[in-house]
């Protein structure tokens, strides 16, 4: 249930410190005693209502890995992976016991504490996609020096983006300094450059007006940040009235308006919706509303009170943009190698702006406890939380 009080979690007896690196011969450590992992689940169809589960864990099967989630970060991107859970498989990521339950997955470090795999040593630091717990295991699979891939059979389909685990110790992204931006940012810029990348790639659809919605958001604001720096666009971010200010400060929107003013826009001015907030109530107002639409994309769902469908709208049919189909389609174009360092470019002038000291975007926002998590997740569910400050936490 909602606000249910928290187990805590029983450390961890007998395993090899997370600083050394030394890998002698793989054995069950700490077997003998009985370990738990705690969960935060929630209701599918009623994502206010939360719970912490109990599971003990189960001895490791050949070339698993057990690992202690470090540091993640709790987002608006999570919002949306929970109220899109069935339609984009995230609830697969994480399967439960009782199928009216689900784990939202979230971005960030683990550590591993035991392993039965041979190439995996016992304190090597992943970067990834974990569930909101305390520990994880991962069948690991195509053990590269940089990655290595979750093969566990629920994860059969699943798109490789999310399956792939990024070894720290060869990531060129990292620094042991910066792990909460990147626990933050990271996953919501690769984002934003892809749109971007997507819409010039398609030659904005000739359409010189971008409208974003939920431009307070971090993906949407990434997403302005890249477009800013592109000649002849129009990047407009829509917004409530209380967050205005703030997408005003950032000096990445050519205009900034609550979405009351949307009737100050010219019918007929041809444009591309690029839609954070998946509102059926705001889909409908730009699609009966711009006589030009050329594109209508849809990201993500902030606004998980009004979600719906886009059946029966005029102009063009809203189309789920899928960051992967873009990341497939640059390796293939342009090589990983080359993709990687446009990436890579992009991230740093990003999150060096994002992080300035004078005139930040970012106010960190570190939490510990399981308390501390449930309370910020409902907070973000009402889309309640401050849109400068990013969430990370510790739950032990």
């Not at 994502?47 to 989630?69: S, Y």
């Not at 992204?173 to 919501?188: K, M």
């Not at 570190?366 to 409902?378: D, M, N, V």
Request: hydrophobic letters at 40%; glycine letters at 8%.
């Amino acid at each position: 249930m909602a606000g249910s009080s928290p187990l805590s979690p029983k450390q961890p007896d007998g395993l090899v410190p997370a600083g050394c690196l030394l890998y002698l011969e793989w054995f069950p450590i700490g077997h003998a005693h009985t370990m738990t992992t705690q969960t935060l689940q929630v209701q599918k169809r009623a994502l206010a209502n939360t719970r912490w589960h109990t599971t003990e864990e189960a001895p490791l099967a050949t070339g698993q890995i057990r690992l202690h989630v470090d540091l993640f970060s709790l987002t608006a991107n999570n919002i949306t992976y929970a109220a899109m859970g069935d339609a984009m498989d995230y609830w697969r990521f994480f399967p439960t016991e009782e199928a009216d339950w689900g784990v939202i997955p979230v971005w960030g470090f683990a550590t591993i504490t035991e392993s039965a795999h041979a190439d995996l040593p016992v304190g090597e630091k992943l970067y990834g996609y974990w569930p909101m717990a305390t520990s994880a295991v991962l069948q690991a699979d195509q053990i590269a020096p940089g990655s290595l891939v979750d093969a566990a059979p629920h994860r059969i389909g699943l798109h490789p983006v999310y399956n792939q685990y990024t070894r720290c110790g060869r990531d060129p992204f990292y620094t042991s300094d910066s792990e909460a931006v990147q626990a933050l940012l990271r996953p919501l810029f690769m984002t934003s450059w892809l749109i971007d990348d997507f819409l010039a790639d398609n030659e904005f659809f000739g359409a010189p007006t971008l409208l974003l919605s939920s431009a307070s958001s971090k993906t949407a604001y990434g997403t302005a940040f890249q477009l800013a720096q592109r000649q002849g666009l129009n990047v407009i971010g829509l917004t409530s009235e209380s967050n205005r200010d703030f997408c005003e400060s950032l000096g990445c929107y050519t205009r900034v308006m609550s979405y009351e003013q949307l009737g100050a826009l010219p019918i007929d001015a041809p444009c591309v919706y690029v839609d954070f907030a998946g509102s059926a109530g705001m889909r409908e107002q730009i699609h009966r509303r711009f006589t030009h639409l050329k594109y209508s994309c849809a990201i993500g769902a902030t606004h998980v009170t009004d979600l719906g469908g886009g059946k029966g709208l005029p102009g063009p049919s809203p189309t789920l943009f899928f960051a992967p189909a873009q990341v497939k389609k640059r390796r293939t174009d342009w090589g990983a190698a080359e993709l990687g360092k446009r990436l890579l470019t992009g991230w740093q002038r990003f999150t060096t702006r994002v992080s300035e000291p004078t005139q930040p975007w970012l106010r960190v926002v570190s939490h510990q406890g399981f308390e501390a998590l449930q309370a910020a997740y409902l907070l973000m569910l009402g889309g309640r939380s401050d849109p400068q400050e990013g969430h990370v936490f510790r739950l032990d």
